[in-house]
Each structure stands twice: as C-alpha cells, then as structure tokens.
C-alpha cells in the first residue's frame, strides 16, 4: 500500500511543473535535513583547521578574528539575495537556472551558460579543498606519535580513498544519508562546541586579550607584503581563511526538489546555515587563539606537526588525548567532504537534464533514486583537481581559492541580473521587499571585491612553488566557458529545459506518427 501524498506534497510537486521539471527525485527532507546539509558543508571545523597555519601567517589573530566578523556580515548579504531568489525558483540547478529566469530572453542562455559553469567549476573545487584537507588531516595525525611523514603521492591516495568512501555511500546509503546528517549536525554544533570549549578551559595559559585582537603577524615572506606593498594588502588576503569556510551555502537549493515546503525551506536553509556557522566560527576561532601556549612554536612547520591547530590541541591535552579530539575533527571534515559530494552531483544531475553536459548524466537510478552517475563524476573531477599537489606545496591554497571565487560568481550573477532587470524578479514566499535591489547590490559589490583579493600573491618572493595559480585556472574556465559558447553552445543551449513539456511534445509527436 502507497502512502497517499499530502498537500504540501502536492504543493511542491505542482511548482516544480509549473518550472518545467517531474518530481523524478525522492522528496522527504524537512527544513532540518535541507540547512544540515548546507551548514554541514560550510563546516566551521573544516576550514578553521585546515586554513589555520594560513591564517595565522595571513595576517595573524587580529586579522583573523575581525576578518571573520566582516565576511560574515558581508556574506549574510549574499545569502539574502540567494535566499530570495530560490524562495521563487526552488530546483536543483540553483544559481544558473535563476540566471536565465532573471535575464532578458536575449540574453538568458548566455548568463545561464556562464553561471551553469563557474558553479558546477566551484563545485567540485570545494569537494576537493574539503575532501583533500581530510587526507592531510589524517596523514598528519599519523605523524603525532610516529615518525611517519607522508610523501604527496600517500596523501593523495589518502584522498582517494576517502572520495570513493563519499562515491560509496552516496549511491547506495541514500536513505542514510538523512540519518548521517542529523549525526553531522549534531557534531558540528554540540561536537565542535564541545571540542573548543574543552580546549580554552584546559589551557594551561592565555594569551591577553591585545595578543588575540591586536595582535598582527606577516609570514608570507622575507620581506613579507606588508613591507612590500602595506599591512591592508595582508589582512585581504588573509580573509580568505573566512569566505572560503563560509562557502556552500547554495546547496541548500541545490537540494530543493528533496526538501518539503521548498519554498521556504531552501530560502531559511541558506540563511540558518550562514548565520549559525558565523556565531560556531567566531566561537571556535576565539578558544583557538586563546589556546595558543607558544605562538612562534604554533606557526614553525617543525613544531607544529604542519597543523597549528593539532599543535594547540596537543599542548593543552598532550598526544594521547590531542588524538581523541584529532580524530572528532577528522570525523567532522569526512561528513563535511560527504555532503560536499551529495550536493555536487545534484547540480551536476540538473545541469545535464537542460542539456549542457552529456545527456548520459540525466539519470536517476530507479531503486536508489540518486544521480548515481553524476556522483562517480564529481569524485573523478575532484581527483583530478589535486594532482597538482604532487609538484606544488600550494596546490590546497589554490583549489580553495579556486572553489571560493567559482562559487561566489556564479552565486552572484544571478544577483546582477536582479539588480539590472528587477522586473524580471518573482516574488516567492520569502523575499526582501523594497530591500531586495540595494541588498543585491551590496552582494554584487562584496563578491567583485573577493574576486579581486584572491587572485593576488600571497607569497613574497613569487615562483613557481608560491605562486597563486587561482587566476590562471579562472582564467582558463572564463575563457573556455565563453570560448565554447561563442564557438557551438550559443548555437543550440537554451538555457534551462521545460521538461515536462518537451515530454509532451514527444508523446503527440509519436501518437500522430502512429496514426498516420
């Protein structure tokens, strides 16, 4: 016996056929399966752990704690525009199908096309800076009572290991994946806050309070930027610590067409996810550098086992006890990494279903009910991405970069067009009012600044082993994502297909070549 569908059920699968798609995914997510997911992957823990040694040397506890402070406020914007947007336009595609529902027709395909590519770019870029992290998290902690020092090509397979774990249980652990996220929210809220609260009170001693918030460092050479260029170029680039931690967000829609009450669902997802991460963050932050019991000991490679904040950890609980919580951390970042994956192939799914990769990615398994092919196809593109790390030592900064800025464009270009056109915008249940056009375009000026600040070096000297490879692979996407729409995409992409219109379409078709 089938359960009968409820109303809200019925409500939601109606909007998604008047945006032109069947409810070919399984929907049975709640508002709290939906912001898990999204504050899962943002995962405070992840990117304060594994970007803490560049923090540190970025500009230092000062930087770090008021960087934070003003990411998070400037990111709340951003999400306030997403949030908006998918209230009215709740699908898997996320930022490039409200690209082409924002734009002028002349014009919707192209901006479809551009934001369809720096997302599904930035994408597998963020799984790879996640999940590559946890590989250097786990080989480092096999460094701690050991003599054991990973070479890369053991790191890398560390982390392959770990994408295939993600492939596994995301093709067949579908139905778990609901129970591995109310596990994740519970260790990146209780956990995490458990694990820093743990930490401040058995310090043996803290730092003042002017060594945490006045306190700045530059250890981005000898001579570092602030001598070269000034103190500000340093403290830019050292915000990079917090919008990459704060990156992800989107897949709260692109799990939509999962979720119940999509509507307003997806929108608070979005918002809760940014809002609860930036209280946790600023928390975790703070016990860190209040933890610090040596801090030219905390940033020397030598002596702080390559992670500053294994070294905090360490100091506070010693090696037998600094593995315990070690190990929470890993446990963390793997779920981080998981759900990183299980968003991917969401997008990956959609953007194949409107035709703008193989058509052999439209699929989804009828027993799983999973895009189980798009999912082997983010973990491959996220392997891909770290093979670098076998000839450069700043490979992770550079996919983190990369991912960061992927994103926040493609989050962003749909923002613009809703600044530029506002009367092309639809109101859904959860919206901004008046305030929509001056919040979007505060979005759109903060994500331009971003842009800008991670393409710079952050390395004095530069060569081939510092430099920051980021503009050269946005670079290499820009152009070949205008290149390939000039040359042939522009010739047949439409943007975003009406699918359950196009099916019937197909069946008239084939019932009057059946009659004749």
């Given amino acids: ?46 990117g304060t752990t594994t970007l803490f040694s560049y923090g540190l040397n970025t500009g230092g506890p000062g930087v770090m704690v008021f960087g934070w402070i003003i990411v998070s406020f400037m990111t709340m914007f951003v999400g306030l525009s997403m949030a908006e947007i998918v209230s009215a336009h709740p699908t898997s595609g996320g930022p490039y199908f409200w690209a ?48 054991f020092v990973a070479t890369p090509a053991q790191t890398l397979g560390i982390y392959a290991a770990i994408l295939v774990s993600h492939g596994l249980v995301n093709t067949f652990g579908v139905r778990v994946l609901r129970y591995l ?36 460092y530059d250890g981005t050479g000898d001579p570092g930027w602030s001598a070269r260029a000034s103190p500000a170029y340093v403290a830019i680039c050292g915000i990079l610590l917090s919008q990459y931690t704060i990156t992800g967000f989107d897949a709260s829609a692109h799990l939509s067409e999962e979720t119940r009450r999509a509507s307003w669902s997806a929108p608070w997802g979005v918002l809760m996810s940014i809002g609860i991460s930036a209280l946790f963050g600023l928390y975790l932050i703070l016990c860190m550098l209040f933890s610090i019991q040596n801090f030219e000991q905390t940033i020397n490679p030598e002596t702080n086992y390559g992670m ?16 315990v919580l070690i190990s929470l951390i890993i446990i963390c970042v793997w779920h981080c990494g998981l759900f990183s994956l299980t968003s991917n192939s969401r997008m990956m799914f959609a953007f194949s279903r409107d035709g703008a990769l193989p058509r052999f ?69 959860f919206h901004l009012g008046r305030f929509s056009w ?75 070549e059946n009659k004749s």
């Fill in 1 to 46: 016996m089938t359960n009968k569908p409820s109303q809200t059920d019925i409500q939601d699968e109606s909007r998604l056929a008047e945006l032109g798609y069947r409810q070919d995914l399984k929907r049975d997510w709640t508002l709290l399966h939906n912001f898990g997911i999204s504050f899962s992957i943002i995962s405070v823990i992840t």
């Fill in 100 to 147: 082409a529902m924002l734009a002028p027709k002349e014009y919707s395909a192209f901006l479809s096309w551009v934001t369809g590519w720096f997302n599904f770019m930035g994408q597998f870029a963020v799984t790879t800076g996640i999940s590559f992290g946890c590989a250097g998290l786990i080989s480092t902690a096999a460094s701690i009572k050991s003599n």
């Fill in 181 to 216: 996220n109310n596990t994740s929210i519970i260790l990146h809220s209780l956990g995490v806050f458990s694990l820093a609260t743990a930490v401040i009170a058995g310090a043996p001693k803290h730092p003042s309070a002017s060594e945490v918030f006045q306190h700045f």
């Fill in 308 to 323: 500053p904040v294994f070294k905090i950890i360490v100091d506070v609980f010693g090696e037998n006890g600094g593995l």
């Fill in 361 to 429: 990615f439209d699929h989804v398994d009828e027993k799983f009910r999973c895009p189980i092919r798009t999912v082997w196809l983010a973990a491959f593109l996220a392997f891909c991405l770290s093979l670098p790390s076998l000839g450069s030592e700043v490979a992770f900064s550079a996919a983190t970069s990369i991912a960061t800025i992927g994103l926040y464009i493609s989050y962003v270009l749909p923002v613009l067009a809703a600044v530029i056109w506002p009367k092309n915008v639809i109101k859904g249940p």
């Fill in 438 to 512: 001056i919040v979007g375009l505060i979005a759109v000026l903060w994500v331009s600044f971003i842009t800008i600040a991670f393409c710079l070096p952050t390395q004095n000297p530069v060569t081939s082993q510092t430099l920051n490879y980021t503009p050269v692979a946005v670079g290499v996407v820009t152009l070949g994502t205008l290149g390939s729409w000039f040359l042939w995409a522009r010739r047949w992409f439409t943007g975003p297909i009406r699918q359950i219109e196009l099916e019937q379409l197909e069946q008239t078709e084939q019932q009057l």
